[in-house]
């Protein structure tokens, strides 16, 4: 019988903890402590995190890392990017040379920028590397806990151990695709916080949907010239983990990043909306981390630097957001116009030729149907 460990007892852990037990999967959240781990199996749900949802019988929680992390053919790190290191560290070992190692957090560490499975891989033994998954797509957590439908990706740099991850997570409601590029995902899920939180200033500022429309495709040509820059495949951003992802935060009202880009909107600091909600923003410390990035690529990336001027150097946010959607005057910028004509060139040798597929890769059934 498979074994699989969440790190992280919040919103998205937990969901994640459910999904898996409902394969038959026995399941392990660790908590904090005893106090915690008490209340999740007494209550047989996230009462403070994901009220709702009940456990499945094969997902308990517990405070002992050993007894988690105990014979675990999967271990998840749902945690905040501020604290994957530190997570990791504790994790890695208990960690055999067989256990799948699944990010399933989509932010990037503010001192370094470096994506979480850099962080990850950086702690492990080398000989754990090939292990390392991540997991990432249009999924809200309260929605894939109730078992409505969801779609995910999981990248591994191996095809074969994206396969295996998939195996465990995989279900009629949680239906997985599978990638191997980790750049691609790990960046469009970090990406598409930031872009969310320029998003919702321009709602909460009552611009209407012409300008939402504007400013998600242009903030995803962004979030391509970003991810291309550091190795990734164009076509993972107009997929599940890039462009889906960010349509579902973008229109979700359950998206976090969204709600603190209104509440900017309103005239709130970003430290009260951030210490008044009990979940993380990813958007927040990530859109610092891509500034810097983009910085020091020497790319122009004109929605991220508006937004981390919004949240780091007192931009205002009326300003701000019309400039969200501003062309410069002599049209899109040159690395945009480079990367579409590359995306066209890319489609018309890739999709046209038999037997070629997207990043994200159907089951040989589905591409018989």
Same mark, same amino acid.
């Given at each position: ?51 709702g ?12 890392l ?11 790190l ?65 929605e ?75 903030? /995803?040509? +962004?979030?391509?010239?970003? =991810? ?6 164009? !076509?993972?951003?107009?997929? @599940?983990?890039? %462009? ?9 009202p ?13 005239g ?25 990035l ?29 400039? /969200?959607? +501003?062309?410069?005057?002599? =049209? ?6 480079? !990367?579409?004509?590359?995306? @066209?060139?890319? %489609? ?22």
């Open positions: 019988m498979s074994r699989a460990a969440i790190v992280g007892s919040a919103a998205w852990g937990t969901a994640l903890g459910i999904i898996l037990a409902r394969n038959g999967i026995w399941t392990k959240i660790w908590a904090r402590n005893e106090e915690a781990a008490d209340k999740l199996n007494q209550a047989r749900e996230n009462v403070v995190y994901l009220p949802p009940r456990f499945p019988t094969r997902l308990t929680a517990t405070a002992s050993e007894e988690a992390m105990d014979k675990a053919d999967m271990v998840i749902a945690v905040p990017s501020s604290t994957m290191r530190l997570n990791i560290g504790r994790v890695k070992d208990y960690l055999s040379d067989t256990t799948l190692v699944v990010s399933a957090t989509k932010g990037l560490e503010v001192e370094t920028g470096k994506r979480m499975s850099q962080i990850i891989a950086e702690e492990l033994d080398p000989r754990l590397h090939p292990n390392i998954c991540v997991l990432s797509g249009p999924n809200i957590a309260h894939a806990a109730q078992g409505l439908l969801s779609v995910t990706v999981v990248a591994a740099r191996d095809a074969a151990v994206a396969e295996r991850a998939k195996q465990l997570v995989n279900s009629n409601q949680f239906y997985v695709f599978t990638s191997t590029d980790i750049v691609g995902v790990e960046l469009g899920g970090a990406m598409k916080n930031v872009i969310t939180l320029g998003v919702g200033m321009v709602d909460g500022l009552g611009n209407g949907s012409n300008a939402k429309a504007a400013l998600i495709i242009r903030g /995803l040509s +962004e979030a391509i010239v970003l =991810g291309t820059t550091f190795g990734a495949n164009p !076509l993972t951003f107009i997929g @599940l983990s890039g %462009l889906g992802d960010l349509v579902v935060t973008s229109f979700s359950l998206s976090r990043n969204y709600y603190v880009g209104k509440e900017l909107a309103k709130r600091s970003v430290e009260d909306i951030t210490h008044s909600m009990p979940h993380v923003a990813e958007g927040v410390s990530t859109a610092q981390a891509a500034w810097q983009g910085q020091r690529a020497g790319l122009s990336l004109p929605i991220v630097d508006k937004i981390y001027k919004v949240l780091y150097e007192g931009l205002d946010v009326r300003k701000a957001a019309s400039e /969200l959607v +501003e062309y410069p005057a002599d =049209g899109e910028s040159l690395e945009v116009t480079k !990367l579409l004509r590359f995306l @066209l060139d890319y %489609l018309r040798v890739r999709w046209y030729q038999p037997g070629s597929f997207p990043p994200e890769q159907l089951d040989s059934e589905d591409r018989a149907g």
